[in-house]
């Protein structure tokens, strides 16, 4: 990146230059786009090149419908509750939504019951899913062991239970007792996020991350990024911000400044477990005279809800996301409690991981695959 010097260097200073570089980029403060086009030397340079090729992959746009073409024709007249953590959380809104979507076109009653982040609204809101007595539960981003009792009268009733984010991975669960959980695999997610920030930076960069612990799928999630980013020697991760997602209104302003005051331009990158902590830094990161596409460059390590592409769509504050595909998902969730009450095992499918940046977005403002609306109506004949 620097210029030849035209002067000789002192022996020490070389000394002082080569410990530096064996050193690697421990400051965490590179520039990750050098004003002369070059890249700053990688930290970890296998490690970037696989990170590139994971990426690349990660963001083709073309991906065909990998999920099930086959399962019972939907039966008719069902109702279902939908108990949301939160419907302030746009991943579990956008996944709501979905349900009712496809609710509608298998001809099935959705209620959306609003636990608004708290335990105690949670569990009124399941107390009244249970009371509609429904023909399923949905647990929308939740952990169900803090409504184990709920949980278990709904067991009891034979109702069964699908989760959304409710446990750490995919599939069938007996403890807690689901019949299936829908959700990308956090390893997945987690990988492909921190390998955005390793690809990005070149293997330079210093970064936060975002979590709340409470949700055993986002701790995981977080965790997993932090010893994806590991495997890099340049890349320092300098803080792990613990801000329930019910809390991150509140509370992201206040974490964002302190942020700034301990680290400065040591931090160049973030990785969040949702969007929505970015929605909350925005503002924070604007009146500190951060421009918009500059660092810290931040990638949301779930959801993809609209404000999320149109941050990322307009480089403001956010550079990428890795979108669940919402809608897509509350039609799974449909598919597997047909399934559920056809008598026949859930598909187990989860849908492979995708990233969104400005470069391959389109200018929308979701993620949709193709050809699940078609895959479900063929398969429930309708």
């Not at 989760?163 to 669960?173: D, F, I, K, L």
Request: net charge negative.
């Amino acid at each position: 990146m620097h210029p030849v010097r035209k002067a000789p260097v002192p022996a020490a200073v070389l000394l002082v230059l080569a410990a530096l570089t064996v050193a690697g980029c421990e400051s965490g403060s590179p520039d990750p786009t050098p004003p002369d086009g070059e890249s700053a030397e990688s930290g970890c340079p296998t490690v970037v090149d696989a990170a590139r090729e994971a990426v690349e992959e990660a963001q083709d746009v073309d991906a065909t419908w990998s999920g099930p073409t086959t399962g019972p024709a939907a039966v008719s007249g069902q109702r279902i509750a939908f108990v949301a953590q939160t419907m302030t959380n746009p991943g579990v809104a956008g996944v709501a939504r979905g349900v009712q979507e496809a609710g509608q076109v298998v001809g099935w009653d959705v209620q959306v019951l609003n636990g608004r982040g708290t335990a105690e609204g949670i569990g009124a809101a399941f107390d009244e899913a249970i009371a509609l007595d429904p023909d399923g539960i949905v647990i929308g981003g939740f952990d169900p062991a803090s409504t184990a009792e709920q949980v278990q009268r709904a067991d009891e009733a034979g109702i069964p239970l699908i989760g959304w984010h409710a446990v750490a991975q995919p599939g069938p669960s007996q403890d807690p007792a689901l019949f299936t959980n829908i959700t990308s695999r956090a390893e997945d997610v987690a990988r492909i996020s921190a390998d955005w920030i390793i690809a990005d930076s070149n293997g330079n960069a210093g970064v936060v991350l975002f979590t709340d612990a409470s949700i055993p799928f986002a701790r995981q999630k977080s965790d997993l990024i932090e010893r994806e980013l590991e495997t890099c020697s340049g890349i320092t991760v300098l803080s792990s911000q613990d801000i329930p997602i019910g809390e991150a209104n509140a509370r992201t302003p206040d974490e964002i400044t302190a942020l700034l005051d301990r680290f400065g331009d040591r931090w160049t990158h973030s990785a969040a477990i949702n969007d929505l902590y970015f929605d909350h830094a925005a503002p924070v990161l604007r009146a500190a005279g951060i421009e918009g596409d500059g660092a810290p460059f931040n990638i949301g390590a779930g959801d993809g809800d609209p404000s999320a592409f149109e941050r990322v769509n307009g480089r403001e504050y956010q550079a990428a996301t890795v979108p669940e595909p919402l809608t897509e998902q509350g039609w799974q969730i449909i598919d597997e409690f047909n399934r559920a009450f056809a008598g026949q095992p859930a598909s187990e499918y989860v849908a492979p991981v995708h990233v969104t940046t400005a470069a391959n977005s389109g200018g929308a403002v979701f993620w949709d695959s193709d050809g699940y609306r078609e895959a479900y109506r063929q398969i429930w004949g309708r």
